[in-house]
């Protein structure tokens, strides 16, 4: 595969049960959405509170976050918005 293709990002929003891309992409199978990007090679998952702890013994990724914590930086104080900003390059 060529460098240029490698590096493209991804990202998948779906159910992997109803989403064969996603779980080729991530080799978890779950019944509600979740998300996957893919960047610089690093993948990324976003995960359900309740799924958060399967998903990291049985999902393929680097890095596993629940979304409460993303929603929580997402609608933090004044503060934490400005970290929150140097974040969303990466999605």
């Given amino acids: ?9 991804k990202l998948i929003v779906a159910a992997s049960e109803q989403d064969p891309d996603m779980l ?3 080799k ?11 960047r610089n090679g690093k993948r990324t998952l976003v995960l359900s509170d309740l799924e958060i702890d399967r998903g990291r013994k049985q999902a393929d990724a680097d890095e596993f976050v ?25 999605f």
Avoid: V
């Fill in 1 to 9: 595969m060529s460098k240029i293709k490698r590096d493209i990002p």
């Fill in 24 to 26: 080729y992409a991530t």
């Fill in 28 to 38: 978890f199978w779950a019944p509600d959405p979740f998300i996957f990007l893919q």
């Fill in 66 to 90: 629940m979304f409460s914590e993303l929603e929580r930086e997402l609608q933090g104080n004044r503060k934490r918005r400005r970290h929150t900003r140097k974040c969303w390059p990466i």
